[in-house]
């Protein structure tokens, strides 16, 4: 601000323009045709700037994917983060513990990085040095994820495609099924299915009243049914989610309640998409494949995922498994149609990555690997016990890297930021899975050992 002395000051004003003024004052008689004079004081007035006019921001023609619209806020693992980085701002000394989002923390087996480092160092050499491979994935790869998980099972090695993750094939497989197909979910679920359901036109509205999107089925999973649906209630779709063990409950589905799955699609002509990616942290004796399920083969298709067995998240290496005898309702193989849209969208999963998922699937890989889920289920035991010390009804562990934590009358967001602001501790909010999962936090096992035994420290003194 300039500070002017004693004076006239000629300026060319509007009307408004004298609201802004530092100080009263009194406009002289003397009109000039632009100008007014200004009698100031001698304590000064101050000058006036014009702010230029914001520019409006050019646009396009082309209108916005108006199903893309219709998502509710962000994909919840992102805003979860978002909320954690604001937490940080709020209390930058804090140690903040993340036992929310599901990434994995301990170092990836040498008997796998290994295996990757010797792929990248022959990458640079003229004998070892390849490009585009094969968008199905690599022959050897195939045929190991054949005999490790479905041997016995009616599978064949081309009815496994290699890719970069469960999460992606997920979306792929959407855009096989297209805009016109129905969908089931469980509630809770994994968020990416009802997101991309919704992305790709294959739902109505979201509905406020009820947390839920209009043309999809919510199957619901509640304690008081074993996290597993009354099948006689649901409604016949297209398509049904199933996610065993289940994320986010940790709920495993029993092979007498997966024979109903694939009876209920079975007898309503309906394909199920059964997400596998835990598999291998099952304890009970529970099946680790839809395929051991008698029909199973011409009603499911089938995806996992390297991400919580070998710490590949970051490494990206996953499977989908379509088999032969899957057809859609003109008797069109479904694995045609996935293997066009596989080859049209993708180029293959990395060679390197695809390295070490041949080494993860080794005798001395699969070893290493169980070390490693042995690690997050003894960080799982630990959760499970301080909940349970402090009187509370828990769920899950068991069978999956995830607790799942009862308050009930309680908002789930609420809870979160209760943790968060009282213990520095990040958990996600059930109702981010669906509304079947509201008063429900989910609290991951994926942690350093000494940072999930100071959470439960911290949980104790919150809920003594």
């Not at 009616?154 to 855009?175: H, P």
């Not at 359901?197 to 209009?214: A, H, N, P, R, W």
């Not at 969208?345 to 690997?369: K, R, V, Y």
Request: charged share 20%.
């Amino acid at each position: 601000m300039s500070v002017i002395p004693n004076t006239h000051v000629p300026t060319s004003i509007q009307s408004s323009t004298s609201s802004f003024l530092g100080q009263p004052t009194k406009l002289s008689s003397t009109f000039r045709t632009k100008n007014v004079w200004i009698s100031a004081k001698n304590s000064g007035v101050c000058k006036c700037v014009a702010t230029p006019a914001e520019k409006t921001a050019y646009t396009t023609k082309v209108s916005r994917n108006s199903n893309i619209g219709k998502l509710q806020a962000g994909y919840l693992f992102p805003e979860v983060a978002r909320r954690k980085a604001a937490h940080l701002l709020k209390y930058p000394d804090a140690q903040v513990i993340s036992l929310g989002i599901g990434d994995t923390t301990e170092p990836i087996p040498e008997v796998i990085t290994s295996a990757m480092a010797k792929k990248a160092y022959a990458l640079s050499t003229l004998e070892g040095y390849s490009g585009y491979g094969a968008e199905q994935g690599e022959k050897p790869l195939r045929a190991a994820i054949c005999s490790a998980y479905y041997a016995n099972l009616g599978i064949e090695q081309d009815d496994v495609f290699v890719s970069d993750g469960a999460k992606c094939d997920i979306s792929r497989l959407q855009v096989v099924f297209g805009s016109n197909v129905t969908i089931a979910v469980q509630d809770p679920s994994y968020p990416a299915y009802v997101d991309s359901s919704v992305i790709m036109g294959q739902t109505g509205q979201y509905q406020k009243d009820v947390e839920k999107f209009s043309n999809i089925e919510y199957m619901k999973c509640t304690p008081e049914n074993g996290f597993f649906p009354d099948l006689s209630t649901v409604s016949r779709t297209d398509i049904i989610f199933f996610c065993s063990p289940n994320n986010p409950t940790g709920a495993a589905a029993s092979r007498e309640q997966l024979t109903q799955l694939v009876q209920f699609a079975k007898k309503n002509g309906s394909i199920i998409v059964y997400d596998s990616a835990y598999a291998m942290y099952m304890s009970d004796d529970y099946p680790k494949s839809i395929f051991e399920i008698p029909g199973a083969r011409e009603v499911a298709i089938e995806t996992a995922s390297f991400s919580k067995y070998a710490g590949f998240t970051g490494v990206r290496l996953g499977w989908t498994v379509v088999p032969k005898d899957l057809l859609f309702s003109d008797g069109f193989p479904v694995a045609k149609d996935f293997n066009r849209i596989v080859c049209t969208c993708f180029n293959g999963a990395s060679n390197i990555s695809q390295a070490g998922g041949l080494a993860c699937l080794s005798p001395e890989g699969l070893e290493a690997m169980q070390e490693v889920i042995g690690f997050y289920k003894e960080n799982t035991n630990i959760i499970m016990e301080t909940f349970d010390s402090l009187g509370f009804k828990v769920y899950g562990g068991k069978n999956a890297p995830y607790v799942w934590v009862h308050f009930p009358g309680q908002s789930s967001w609420d809870v979160f930021s209760e943790i968060l602001e009282k213990t520095h501790v990040v958990t996600t909010p059930g109702s981010g899975f669906g509304p079947g999962g509201e008063g429900f936090v989910r609290v991951s096992a994926f942690g350093h050992r000494e940072n999930v035994v100071e959470a439960c420290r911290r949980f104790k003194q919150l809920y003594k």
